[in-house]
């Protein structure tokens, strides 16, 4: 059976779809309500999250298996770490909000490699809620191009469609007890972050 972690929330989505955004309005409103929350992403900033970072600026030049493996390696200190783990945070009462998980994996990696390799080296716990900021693939293009940034290893159109499809591949095989709970990226950013809040309140195990 899948396990999955209480008070663990994690956001999903193209590049350029929001959902950063609407990570740091769901922590500020939790906060506002009383409650200890701490945000988080993927890649980390930590040592091997680093590495995977130096990838995708293509410092570093790597297989697509290599890759895959630093990018659990990284999640599983950053799930397990002694000193600052996630699973150790939501067991403490904190309320854990993360800006990419494993199935950015599922959807990022298997464009070049197969899906149950990807499944089986990232055997971790789901999170209660994936919160999916829901955006096409032309306006994720059009918010990257705008930032004036020098792309990084996947922002790239053919890429992303692929990414897309396989995100709705990996949310269907998600197990029961885990709340998948679809943004679209055009909404008005407040009124997104409102139904974010109503759609998790009740998840919340304080």
């Not at 989505?13 to 955004?21: R, V």
């Not at 770490?81 to 909000?97: A, C, F, H, P, R």
């Not at 990696?109 to 089986?120: G, I, P, S």
């Amino acid at each position: 059976m899948d396990k999955v972690l209480d008070n663990f929330f994690v956001f999903e989505g193209l590049d350029g779809s929001g959902k950063s955004t609407q990570l740091h309005l769901l922590g500020d409103k939790l906060r506002s309500r009383g409650f200890n929350v701490e945000t988080t992403f993927e890649p980390t900033d930590n040592a091997i999250g680093r590495v995977v970072r130096q990838v995708l600026r293509r410092e570093i030049v790597t297989t697509p298996q290599a890759l895959a493996l630093l990018y659990s390696a990284d999640r599983h200190d950053h799930l397990y770490n002694s000193d600052y783990g996630i699973e150790k945070k939501t067991k403490e009462g904190t309320i854990v909000l993360s800006d990419r998980y494993f199935y950015s994996s599922f959807a990022y990696q298997t464009v070049q490699l197969d899906f149950d390799y990807v499944k089986a080296i990232n055997n971790y716990p789901h999170p209660r809620c994936v919160i999916y900021l829901d955006a096409s693939v032309s306006l994720c293009m059009e918010r990257i191009n705008s930032r004036g940034d020098v792309k990084e290893l996947f922002e790239k159109e053919e890429y992303l469609k692929c990414v897309k499809e396989n995100f709705e591949k990996a949310f269907r095989a998600l197990p029961e007890g885990v709340k998948l709970i679809r943004i679209p990226a055009i909404m008005n950013e407040i009124e997104a972050s409102e139904l974010v809040f109503n759609e998790i309140e009740g998840y919340i195990n304080l």
